[in-house]
Each structure stands twice: as structure tokens, then as C-alpha cells.
């Protein structure tokens, strides 16, 4: 990865406790033009062969450029 930096910046959060089979996390990178971003990644743990019990990314949601996943203040639609 090209860039500034990169951290974690939350525990990995297993949906249901220790024997979740979802889980959540979150990071922040920096660019190497100092734009910030945060990524949500969302992991589940296979529950059949091949792989059994392997965890594997299902998803990655990026924040905008204030770090906020939820969109607000942004209009109730499309505009022309």
C-alpha cells in the first residue's frame, strides 16, 4: 500500500461473542497526499469445508472524506 500510514482503530468485534461467526473492524489510512479515510470490514468465518472455520473478508465500506459512514445533511434524493 502506498501511503502515509494505516492503523486499526477498533478490537476486532465478534457478532455474539467469542463463537460469533461475524465480525467487524475498523481502520483508517492516511494517503500519501494526506487524505483520510476509514474502512469497515466486515469478516465471517466459513462454516463448511473447504476452509472450515477460516475467516474471509465479506465486505469493505469506505467512509467519506470526514470519516463518516453514514450520510447526512446530503438532500432526500436525487437532484437534476
Not at 473478508?57 to 463518516?68: K, T
Request: proline residues 2%; contains cysteine; positive net charge.
Amino acid at each position: 500500500m502506498n501511503g502515509q500510514s494505516w492503523t486499526m482503530e477498533t478490537e476486532l468485534n465478534r457478532v455474539g461473542g467469542e463463537s460469533g461467526w461475524i465480525a467487524t473492524q475498523v481502520m483508517k489510512t492516511i494517503s500519501s497526499d494526506g487524505r483520510m479515510r476509514r474502512w469497515q470490514w466486515e469478516l465471517r468465518k466459513n462454516k463448511r469445508p473447504p476452509c472450515l472455520g477460516c475467516w474471509k473478508i465479506e465486505s469493505i465500506g469506505s467512509s467519506d472524506r470526514n470519516g463518516d459512514f453514514e450520510a447526512r445533511d446530503r438532500g432526500d434524493g436525487w437532484s437534476d
